[in-house]
Protein backbone atom coordinates (compact mmCIF):
# COMPACT_ATOMS: atom_id res chain seq x y z
CA UNK A 1 0.00 0.00 0.00
CA UNK A 2 1.36 3.65 -0.23
CA UNK A 3 1.88 5.16 1.84
CA UNK A 4 1.12 9.04 2.33
CA UNK A 5 2.26 11.94 4.36
CA UNK A 6 -0.61 13.29 6.37
CA UNK A 7 0.12 17.08 7.50
CA UNK A 8 -0.39 16.68 10.95
CA UNK A 9 -0.55 19.65 13.40
CA UNK A 10 1.99 22.38 13.83
CA UNK A 11 4.13 19.78 15.75
CA UNK A 12 6.83 19.45 12.76
CA UNK A 13 7.82 22.95 14.06
CA UNK A 14 9.05 22.21 17.13
CA UNK A 15 11.41 18.75 15.58
CA UNK A 16 12.79 20.48 11.92
CA UNK A 17 14.23 23.67 11.06
CA UNK A 18 11.27 25.39 9.08
CA UNK A 19 12.72 25.27 5.40
CA UNK A 20 11.14 26.49 1.81
CA UNK A 21 10.53 23.42 -0.27
CA UNK A 22 10.91 24.54 -3.94
CA UNK A 23 8.00 24.56 -5.94
CA UNK A 24 7.82 22.75 -9.33
CA UNK A 25 8.58 25.66 -11.60
CA UNK A 26 5.08 25.04 -13.80
CA UNK A 27 2.63 24.49 -11.44
CA UNK A 28 3.60 25.63 -7.96
CA UNK A 29 4.19 28.95 -6.62
CA UNK A 30 4.39 30.07 -2.79
CA UNK A 31 3.46 33.79 -1.83
CA UNK A 32 3.11 35.20 1.63
CA UNK A 33 -0.17 37.46 1.78
CA UNK A 34 -2.50 38.68 4.44
CA UNK A 35 -4.27 36.52 6.55
CA UNK A 36 -7.62 35.12 4.50
CA UNK A 37 -10.49 36.30 6.55
CA UNK A 38 -12.69 33.23 5.59
CA UNK A 39 -10.34 30.82 7.09
CA UNK A 40 -9.93 29.89 10.47
CA UNK A 41 -8.32 27.44 12.74
CA UNK A 42 -9.94 24.33 14.24
CA UNK A 43 -8.97 22.69 17.14
CA UNK A 44 -10.10 19.35 18.23
CA UNK A 45 -9.54 17.19 21.29
CA UNK A 46 -10.42 13.51 20.33
CA UNK A 47 -10.74 10.99 22.71
CA UNK A 48 -12.24 7.13 21.11
CA UNK A 49 -13.29 4.27 23.25
CA UNK A 50 -10.45 1.16 24.11
CA UNK A 51 -11.62 -1.72 21.82
CA UNK A 52 -9.78 -4.32 23.94
CA UNK A 53 -11.45 -3.03 27.06
CA UNK A 54 -14.39 -1.10 26.45
CA UNK A 55 -15.15 -0.04 29.67
CA UNK A 56 -12.65 2.80 29.43
CA UNK A 57 -11.16 5.37 26.90
CA UNK A 58 -8.05 5.84 25.28
CA UNK A 59 -5.41 8.70 25.96
CA UNK A 60 -7.06 12.06 24.56
CA UNK A 61 -4.92 13.69 21.33
CA UNK A 62 -5.40 16.87 19.86
CA UNK A 63 -5.71 17.95 16.19
CA UNK A 64 -5.78 20.87 14.40
CA UNK A 65 -6.86 22.18 11.21
CA UNK A 66 -8.03 24.85 8.91
CA UNK A 67 -11.60 25.50 8.28
CA UNK A 68 -13.80 27.98 5.45
CA UNK A 69 -16.35 29.72 6.63
CA UNK A 70 -19.38 29.24 4.09
CA UNK A 71 -22.25 29.92 4.08
CA UNK A 72 -24.52 31.50 7.24
CA UNK A 73 -21.12 31.39 8.88
CA UNK A 74 -20.56 28.23 9.24
CA UNK A 75 -17.43 26.27 9.34
CA UNK A 76 -16.48 23.36 6.99
CA UNK A 77 -14.09 20.98 7.54
CA UNK A 78 -13.00 16.82 7.54
CA UNK A 79 -15.29 14.56 9.79
CA UNK A 80 -11.54 13.56 10.83
CA UNK A 81 -11.36 16.56 13.06
CA UNK A 82 -14.79 15.79 15.02
CA UNK A 83 -14.49 11.90 15.10
CA UNK A 84 -14.85 10.86 18.85
CA UNK A 85 -14.40 14.82 19.62
CA UNK A 86 -14.46 15.70 23.46
CA UNK A 87 -14.05 19.46 22.71
CA UNK A 88 -14.10 21.79 19.74
CA UNK A 89 -12.59 25.48 19.17
CA UNK A 90 -12.63 27.53 16.31
CA UNK A 91 -9.96 30.45 16.72
CA UNK A 92 -8.80 33.03 14.38
CA UNK A 93 -5.97 32.63 12.32
CA UNK A 94 -3.97 35.62 14.58
CA UNK A 95 -4.76 33.98 17.24
CA UNK A 96 -6.95 36.86 19.12
CA UNK A 97 -10.54 34.94 19.22
CA UNK A 98 -11.54 31.52 20.45
CA UNK A 99 -15.01 30.28 21.28
CA UNK A 100 -16.28 26.91 21.44
CA UNK A 101 -17.91 25.18 19.14
CA UNK A 102 -20.55 22.33 17.80
CA UNK A 103 -21.17 19.65 14.69
CA UNK A 104 -23.91 20.52 12.35
CA UNK A 105 -23.60 17.86 10.77
CA UNK A 106 -20.81 15.28 10.06
CA UNK A 107 -20.93 12.45 7.50
CA UNK A 108 -17.99 10.12 8.39
CA UNK A 109 -18.16 7.81 5.17
CA UNK A 110 -17.95 11.46 2.77
CA UNK A 111 -15.31 12.74 5.73
CA UNK A 112 -17.11 16.11 5.97
CA UNK A 113 -18.38 18.16 8.51
CA UNK A 114 -20.00 21.64 9.45
CA UNK A 115 -19.53 23.12 12.53
CA UNK A 116 -21.03 26.50 13.94
CA UNK A 117 -20.59 28.48 16.66
CA UNK A 118 -23.60 28.41 19.54
CA UNK A 119 -26.47 31.27 18.89
CA UNK A 120 -25.53 34.30 21.22
CA UNK A 121 -22.79 37.49 21.70
CA UNK A 122 -19.70 35.41 21.46
CA UNK A 123 -20.67 34.06 17.58
CA UNK A 124 -21.29 37.49 16.58
CA UNK A 125 -17.69 38.56 17.67
CA UNK A 126 -16.16 35.83 16.69
CA UNK A 127 -17.11 36.57 12.93
CA UNK A 128 -17.06 40.54 12.92
CA UNK A 129 -14.73 40.97 9.97
CA UNK A 130 -14.74 37.52 8.46
CA UNK A 131 -16.84 36.69 5.32
CA UNK A 132 -17.56 33.62 3.78
CA UNK A 133 -16.67 31.72 0.75
CA UNK A 134 -18.39 30.67 -2.00
CA UNK A 135 -18.36 27.39 -3.70
CA UNK A 136 -16.45 27.03 -7.09
CA UNK A 137 -17.59 25.59 -10.15
CA UNK A 138 -16.36 22.11 -10.68
CA UNK A 139 -12.49 23.10 -12.11
CA UNK A 140 -11.32 20.75 -15.08
CA UNK A 141 -8.41 19.08 -15.47
CA UNK A 142 -4.94 21.24 -15.60
CA UNK A 143 -6.70 24.17 -13.94
CA UNK A 144 -4.80 25.82 -11.38
CA UNK A 145 -6.16 25.40 -7.34
CA UNK A 146 -4.47 27.04 -4.41
CA UNK A 147 -3.89 25.68 -1.18
CA UNK A 148 -3.96 27.32 2.06
CA UNK A 149 -1.70 27.64 5.02
CA UNK A 150 -1.39 29.71 8.00
CA UNK A 151 1.57 30.10 9.88
CA UNK A 152 2.02 30.66 13.25
CA UNK A 153 2.40 34.64 12.19
CA UNK A 154 -1.24 34.18 11.38
CA UNK A 155 -0.25 34.93 7.20
CA UNK A 156 -1.39 33.00 5.06
CA UNK A 157 0.76 30.89 2.79
CA UNK A 158 -0.63 29.95 -0.81
CA UNK A 159 0.90 27.43 -2.77
CA UNK A 160 -0.47 26.80 -6.23
CA UNK A 161 -0.82 23.78 -7.86
CA UNK A 162 -2.47 21.57 -10.63
CA UNK A 163 -5.67 19.46 -11.33
CA UNK A 164 -3.71 16.24 -12.35
CA UNK A 165 -7.01 13.96 -11.90
CA UNK A 166 -10.35 12.67 -10.36
CA UNK A 167 -10.96 9.28 -9.45
CA UNK A 168 -13.01 7.57 -6.67
CA UNK A 169 -11.20 6.97 -3.97
CA UNK A 170 -11.45 6.95 0.47
CA UNK A 171 -9.98 9.52 2.53
CA UNK A 172 -11.47 8.39 5.70
CA UNK A 173 -13.32 5.45 5.99
CA UNK A 174 -11.79 2.28 4.24
CA UNK A 175 -14.17 1.49 1.24
CA UNK A 176 -16.26 4.59 1.10
CA UNK A 177 -15.57 5.97 -2.22
CA UNK A 178 -16.03 9.28 -3.05
CA UNK A 179 -14.81 11.49 -6.00
CA UNK A 180 -11.30 13.08 -5.21
CA UNK A 181 -8.77 15.63 -6.94
CA UNK A 182 -5.15 14.76 -7.36
CA UNK A 183 -2.72 17.46 -6.88
CA UNK A 184 0.20 18.43 -7.92
CA UNK A 185 1.92 20.95 -5.17
CA UNK A 186 4.98 21.48 -3.51
CA UNK A 187 3.70 22.02 0.00
CA UNK A 188 5.78 23.55 3.03
CA UNK A 189 5.64 21.36 5.82
CA UNK A 190 6.70 24.92 8.23
CA UNK A 191 3.37 25.69 8.53
CA UNK A 192 1.17 22.18 8.30
CA UNK A 193 -1.70 21.60 9.70
CA UNK A 194 -3.98 18.29 9.43
CA UNK A 195 -6.90 19.67 6.39
CA UNK A 196 -6.57 22.54 4.77
CA UNK A 197 -8.75 24.26 2.00
CA UNK A 198 -8.09 24.45 -1.30
CA UNK A 199 -9.37 27.69 -3.66
CA UNK A 200 -10.32 28.43 -7.33
CA UNK A 201 -10.27 31.96 -8.42
CA UNK A 202 -11.15 32.57 -4.97
CA UNK A 203 -13.92 30.28 -3.98
CA UNK A 204 -13.59 26.92 -1.84
CA UNK A 205 -12.70 24.22 -4.40
CA UNK A 206 -12.10 21.71 -1.75
CA UNK A 207 -10.12 20.38 1.27
CA UNK A 208 -7.04 18.64 1.46
CA UNK A 209 -7.00 15.34 3.06
CA UNK A 210 -3.15 14.06 2.62
CA UNK A 211 -0.14 15.12 1.48
CA UNK A 212 2.47 12.90 -0.64
CA UNK A 213 5.72 14.32 -0.05
CA UNK A 214 7.86 12.37 -2.56
CA UNK A 215 5.51 12.61 -5.46
CA UNK A 216 4.34 16.15 -4.04
CA UNK A 217 0.80 14.86 -4.82
CA UNK A 218 -2.29 16.23 -3.03
CA UNK A 219 -5.43 14.08 -2.15
CA UNK A 220 -8.42 16.75 -2.58
CA UNK A 221 -11.84 16.28 -1.25
CA UNK A 222 -13.69 16.79 -4.50
CA UNK A 223 -15.80 20.43 -5.47
CA UNK A 224 -19.09 18.53 -6.31
CA UNK A 225 -18.34 16.26 -3.34
CA UNK A 226 -18.74 19.34 -1.07
CA UNK A 227 -21.49 21.19 -2.50
CA UNK A 228 -23.81 17.97 -2.34
CA UNK A 229 -22.75 18.19 1.17
CA UNK A 230 -23.75 21.55 2.07
CA UNK A 231 -26.95 21.03 -0.16
CA UNK A 232 -27.95 18.19 2.08
CA UNK A 233 -26.87 20.08 5.18
CA UNK A 234 -29.63 22.65 4.42
CA UNK A 235 -32.67 19.65 4.40
CA UNK A 236 -34.79 19.45 8.22
CA UNK A 237 -33.20 16.05 8.48
CA UNK A 238 -29.51 14.75 7.00
CA UNK A 239 -29.79 11.97 5.18
CA UNK A 240 -26.51 12.27 3.20
CA UNK A 241 -24.58 10.27 0.26
CA UNK A 242 -26.90 7.34 -0.96
CA UNK A 243 -26.12 3.16 -1.18
CA UNK A 244 -27.57 0.73 -4.03
CA UNK A 245 -26.54 -2.18 -1.86
CA UNK A 246 -24.93 -4.21 -4.30
CA UNK A 247 -21.29 -6.06 -4.41
CA UNK A 248 -19.98 -5.75 -7.88
CA UNK A 249 -17.06 -7.98 -9.78
CA UNK A 250 -15.81 -6.95 -13.18
CA UNK A 251 -16.65 -8.95 -16.40
CA UNK A 252 -13.36 -8.68 -17.99
CA UNK A 253 -12.33 -12.49 -18.96
CA UNK A 254 -14.18 -13.62 -22.33
CA UNK A 255 -14.63 -17.17 -20.16
CA UNK A 256 -17.28 -15.57 -17.58
CA UNK A 257 -18.52 -12.95 -20.02
CA UNK A 258 -19.58 -15.95 -22.46
CA UNK A 259 -21.55 -17.74 -19.61
CA UNK A 260 -23.08 -14.49 -19.52
CA UNK A 261 -24.07 -14.24 -22.91
CA UNK A 262 -22.99 -11.09 -22.91
CA UNK A 263 -22.50 -9.10 -26.33
CA UNK A 264 -18.88 -7.88 -26.62
CA UNK A 265 -19.88 -4.34 -27.88
CA UNK A 266 -21.29 -3.66 -24.34
CA UNK A 267 -19.01 -3.14 -21.14
CA UNK A 268 -21.05 -4.16 -17.83
CA UNK A 269 -20.53 -5.27 -14.03
CA UNK A 270 -21.36 -8.16 -12.23
CA UNK A 271 -23.94 -8.05 -9.34
CA UNK A 272 -22.87 -10.60 -7.23
CA UNK A 273 -24.51 -10.17 -4.05
CA UNK A 274 -27.81 -7.73 -3.03
CA UNK A 275 -28.06 -6.66 0.49
CA UNK A 276 -31.00 -7.42 2.35
CA UNK A 277 -33.24 -4.20 2.37
CA UNK A 278 -31.41 -2.20 -0.10
CA UNK A 279 -32.29 0.38 -2.38
CA UNK A 280 -31.65 -2.78 -4.87
CA UNK A 281 -33.23 -5.55 -3.34
CA UNK A 282 -36.61 -3.23 -3.05
CA UNK A 283 -35.70 -3.15 -6.95
CA UNK A 284 -35.73 -6.63 -6.93
CA UNK A 285 -32.26 -6.22 -8.40
CA UNK A 286 -30.25 -10.18 -8.14
CA UNK A 287 -27.44 -11.76 -7.96
CA UNK A 288 -26.35 -12.34 -11.73
CA UNK A 289 -27.38 -9.48 -13.48
CA UNK A 290 -25.22 -7.27 -14.96
CA UNK A 291 -25.28 -3.17 -15.24
CA UNK A 292 -24.55 -1.94 -18.50
CA UNK A 293 -25.28 1.70 -18.04
CA UNK A 294 -26.61 3.63 -15.25
CA UNK A 295 -28.38 6.68 -15.93
CA UNK A 296 -27.66 6.61 -19.60
CA UNK A 297 -23.52 6.37 -18.75
CA UNK A 298 -22.14 2.96 -20.59
CA UNK A 299 -20.49 1.43 -17.87
CA UNK A 300 -17.49 -0.78 -18.89
CA UNK A 301 -15.92 -3.79 -18.44
CA UNK A 302 -14.10 -2.33 -15.23
CA UNK A 303 -16.97 -0.53 -13.60
CA UNK A 304 -15.74 2.54 -15.35
CA UNK A 305 -17.65 5.25 -17.03
CA UNK A 306 -16.33 8.86 -18.51
CA UNK A 307 -17.14 11.57 -17.51
CA UNK A 308 -17.81 15.11 -19.79
CA UNK A 309 -15.84 16.66 -16.88
CA UNK A 310 -12.99 14.46 -16.00
CA UNK A 311 -12.72 11.42 -17.79
CA UNK A 312 -12.96 7.92 -16.48
CA UNK A 313 -14.57 7.97 -13.03
CA UNK A 314 -15.71 4.83 -11.28
CA UNK A 315 -19.58 3.80 -11.54
CA UNK A 316 -20.20 4.67 -7.74
CA UNK A 317 -19.63 8.57 -8.83
CA UNK A 318 -23.15 8.40 -10.82
CA UNK A 319 -25.15 6.95 -7.29
CA UNK A 320 -22.69 8.22 -3.98
CA UNK A 321 -21.28 11.34 -6.17
CA UNK A 322 -24.59 12.65 -8.30
CA UNK A 323 -27.77 11.27 -6.19
CA UNK A 324 -29.19 12.28 -2.92
CA UNK A 325 -31.35 9.79 -1.15
CA UNK A 326 -34.75 9.59 -2.26
CA UNK A 327 -33.53 10.24 -5.92
CA UNK A 328 -33.98 7.44 -8.58
CA UNK A 329 -31.76 6.32 -11.24
CA UNK A 330 -32.87 4.27 -14.40
CA UNK A 331 -30.20 1.76 -14.55
CA UNK A 332 -29.67 -0.68 -17.54
CA UNK A 333 -29.12 -4.40 -17.25
CA UNK A 334 -28.28 -7.82 -18.63
CA UNK A 335 -30.22 -10.51 -17.14
CA UNK A 336 -30.82 -14.05 -18.26
CA UNK A 337 -29.28 -13.15 -21.94
CA UNK A 338 -31.24 -10.08 -22.70
CA UNK A 339 -31.43 -5.95 -21.94
CA UNK A 340 -34.21 -5.18 -19.27
CA UNK A 341 -34.77 -1.78 -17.43
CA UNK A 342 -34.93 -0.83 -13.75
CA UNK A 343 -35.84 2.16 -11.97
CA UNK A 344 -34.05 2.43 -8.61
CA UNK A 345 -34.80 4.52 -5.67
CA UNK A 346 -31.94 5.42 -3.40
CA UNK A 347 -31.43 5.00 -0.09
CA UNK A 348 -28.95 5.25 2.94
CA UNK A 349 -27.70 2.47 4.87
CA UNK A 350 -27.79 4.08 8.19
CA UNK A 351 -25.17 2.43 10.16
CA UNK A 352 -26.67 1.42 13.38
CA UNK A 353 -28.80 -0.97 11.00
CA UNK A 354 -25.78 -3.01 10.27
CA UNK A 355 -25.33 -6.37 11.85
CA UNK A 356 -21.42 -5.43 11.93
CA UNK A 357 -21.33 -1.51 12.09
CA UNK A 358 -18.45 -0.70 9.96
CA UNK A 359 -17.26 2.75 12.47
CA UNK A 360 -19.03 4.02 15.68
CA UNK A 361 -17.63 7.56 16.22
CA UNK A 362 -19.46 8.71 19.08
CA UNK A 363 -20.94 5.78 20.72
CA UNK A 364 -19.95 4.07 23.12
CA UNK A 365 -19.15 0.47 22.54
CA UNK A 366 -22.16 -1.89 23.81
CA UNK A 367 -20.30 -4.88 26.55
CA UNK A 368 -20.64 -7.13 29.47
CA UNK A 369 -18.80 -8.24 31.60
CA UNK A 370 -20.16 -11.59 33.59
CA UNK A 371 -18.55 -13.44 36.41
CA UNK A 372 -15.39 -12.25 34.57
CA UNK A 373 -16.10 -13.26 30.70
CA UNK A 374 -16.25 -10.61 28.44
CA UNK A 375 -19.18 -10.10 25.97
CA UNK A 376 -18.89 -7.05 23.49
CA UNK A 377 -20.42 -6.84 19.94
CA UNK A 378 -18.24 -7.68 16.74
CA UNK A 379 -17.45 -4.43 14.95
CA UNK A 380 -15.46 -3.43 12.51
CA UNK A 381 -13.09 -1.51 14.68
CA UNK A 382 -12.88 -4.65 17.14
CA UNK A 383 -11.69 -6.74 13.89
CA UNK A 384 -8.88 -4.44 12.99
CA UNK A 385 -7.68 -4.77 16.70
CA UNK A 386 -6.23 -7.92 14.62
CA UNK A 387 -3.76 -5.47 12.92
CA UNK A 388 -2.69 -4.62 9.61
CA UNK A 389 -3.61 -7.65 8.29
CA UNK A 390 -6.74 -8.05 10.20
CA UNK A 391 -8.33 -9.21 7.20
CA UNK A 392 -6.24 -12.57 7.22
CA UNK A 393 -5.69 -12.83 11.19
CA UNK A 394 -8.93 -12.19 12.47
CA UNK A 395 -10.96 -15.36 13.26
CA UNK A 396 -12.96 -16.70 9.98
CA UNK A 397 -16.19 -16.92 11.63
CA UNK A 398 -16.17 -13.21 12.34
CA UNK A 399 -14.64 -12.12 8.75
CA UNK A 400 -18.14 -14.30 7.51
CA UNK A 401 -20.26 -12.35 9.70
CA UNK A 402 -18.78 -8.82 8.74
CA UNK A 403 -18.64 -10.07 4.97
CA UNK A 404 -22.28 -12.53 4.40
CA UNK A 405 -24.27 -10.79 7.21
CA UNK A 406 -27.01 -11.81 5.58
CA UNK A 407 -26.90 -15.94 6.85
CA UNK A 408 -26.89 -14.52 10.46
CA UNK A 409 -29.05 -11.54 10.33
CA UNK A 410 -32.63 -13.68 11.10
CA UNK A 411 -31.41 -14.48 14.63
CA UNK A 412 -29.57 -11.33 15.53
CA UNK A 413 -29.63 -7.35 15.43
CA UNK A 414 -25.59 -7.63 16.54
CA UNK A 415 -23.12 -10.37 16.64
CA UNK A 416 -22.54 -11.29 20.28
CA UNK A 417 -19.10 -12.58 21.04
CA UNK A 418 -17.20 -14.18 24.02
CA UNK A 419 -14.01 -12.33 23.38
CA UNK A 420 -12.08 -12.58 26.37
CA UNK A 421 -12.13 -14.21 30.08
CA UNK A 422 -10.58 -13.21 33.12
CA UNK A 423 -9.19 -15.64 34.95
CA UNK A 424 -11.98 -15.81 38.72
CA UNK A 425 -13.23 -18.50 40.73
CA UNK A 426 -16.37 -18.38 38.46
CA UNK A 427 -14.22 -18.98 34.89
CA UNK A 428 -11.86 -22.01 35.98
CA UNK A 429 -11.08 -23.92 32.60
CA UNK A 430 -12.37 -21.58 30.54
CA UNK A 431 -9.53 -19.26 30.91
CA UNK A 432 -8.35 -19.65 27.30
CA UNK A 433 -11.84 -19.20 25.66
CA UNK A 434 -12.36 -16.06 23.53
CA UNK A 435 -13.59 -15.40 19.75
CA UNK A 436 -16.69 -17.30 20.30
CA UNK A 437 -19.87 -16.03 18.52
CA UNK A 438 -22.83 -16.54 20.90
CA UNK A 439 -25.71 -18.37 20.16
CA UNK A 440 -28.08 -18.78 23.00
CA UNK A 441 -27.66 -18.11 26.52
CA UNK A 442 -30.04 -20.33 28.71
CA UNK A 443 -31.58 -22.04 26.15
CA UNK A 444 -32.70 -19.02 24.18
CA UNK A 445 -31.41 -16.99 21.36
CA UNK A 446 -30.16 -13.99 22.13
CA UNK A 447 -30.71 -11.03 19.20
CA UNK A 448 -28.62 -7.81 20.61
CA UNK A 449 -26.57 -6.63 24.06
CA UNK A 450 -29.70 -5.79 26.47
CA UNK A 451 -30.96 -9.59 25.73
CA UNK A 452 -27.86 -10.22 26.57
CA UNK A 453 -27.79 -8.96 29.52
CA UNK A 454 -31.14 -9.81 30.41
CA UNK A 455 -30.82 -13.34 29.96
CA UNK A 456 -28.00 -13.29 32.89
CA UNK A 457 -30.30 -11.61 35.51
CA UNK A 458 -31.34 -15.13 36.89
CA UNK A 459 -30.59 -18.38 35.93
CA UNK A 460 -33.59 -20.93 34.96
CA UNK A 461 -36.13 -22.09 37.49
CA UNK A 462 -34.10 -25.16 39.58
CA UNK A 463 -31.06 -24.44 38.37
CA UNK A 464 -28.15 -22.51 40.01
CA UNK A 465 -26.18 -22.15 36.68
CA UNK A 466 -26.47 -20.40 33.64
CA UNK A 467 -25.66 -22.02 30.10
CA UNK A 468 -23.94 -20.32 27.32
CA UNK A 469 -24.65 -22.06 23.17
CA UNK A 470 -22.03 -20.56 20.78
CA UNK A 471 -22.25 -20.63 16.46
CA UNK A 472 -21.00 -23.10 14.72
CA UNK A 473 -19.59 -24.94 18.10
CA UNK A 474 -20.84 -27.89 19.86
CA UNK A 475 -19.24 -26.39 23.09
CA UNK A 476 -21.74 -25.41 25.98
CA UNK A 477 -20.20 -23.89 28.80
CA UNK A 478 -22.14 -23.38 32.49
CA UNK A 479 -21.42 -20.19 34.73
CA UNK A 480 -22.49 -20.37 38.49
CA UNK A 481 -24.80 -17.68 39.16
CA UNK A 482 -23.94 -16.84 42.60
CA UNK A 483 -20.18 -17.33 42.30
CA UNK A 484 -20.49 -14.81 39.29
CA UNK A 485 -22.51 -12.32 41.19
CA UNK A 486 -19.62 -12.37 43.66
CA UNK A 487 -16.81 -11.94 41.21
CA UNK A 488 -18.81 -9.00 39.93
CA UNK A 489 -19.43 -6.94 43.17
CA UNK A 490 -15.58 -7.63 43.56
CA UNK A 491 -14.62 -6.24 40.34
CA UNK A 492 -16.74 -3.10 40.84
CA UNK A 493 -14.94 -2.27 44.33
CA UNK A 494 -11.41 -2.98 42.96
CA UNK A 495 -11.99 -0.05 40.86
CA UNK A 496 -14.28 -0.88 37.21
CA UNK A 497 -16.74 1.72 37.39
CA UNK A 498 -19.58 -0.48 35.28
CA UNK A 499 -20.05 -4.26 34.37
CA UNK A 500 -22.32 -3.87 31.36
CA UNK A 501 -23.46 -0.85 28.52
CA UNK A 502 -26.75 -1.34 26.52
CA UNK A 503 -26.99 2.01 23.96
Known amino acids: MKS ?31 TNLSVVRVNATLQNWNVGQPWE ?145 GKLAGILSSYDSKDQICEVIATPLISRFLSESKKETYQGFPNLGVSISDTEDSHFRSYLKIPESVGGIYISKVRKGSAADTAKLQPGDVILAIEGKAIDRRGYYNDDLYGALHWVQLVRGNKSAGDTIALTLWRDGKEITANVTLTRQEENTRLV ?103 PLGTKSHSIEFIDETLVIYLDDSVSNMIDKALLQRGLQQLSRSE
Open 4 to 34: YFFLPLLLLVACQKPTAVPPTPEHATTNIVD
Open 57 to 201: KNPPRRLRSLGTIVGDFQVITTAEMVADATFLELESTDGTRRARAEVVNVDYEANLALLRLPEGEEAKKFFVGMKALEIAANPPLRDSLEIIQVEDTGQSLITAGQLLSADVRSTFLPGQMFLTYRVKASMQSSVSSFTLPVLNE
Open 357 to 459: PLYQFGTAPNFLIKGGMIFQELTKPLLEAYGEEWESRAPLHFLNALSNPESYQENHDRMLCLTGVIPTQATVGYESLRNLMISKVNGKPVRNMKELIKAFQAP
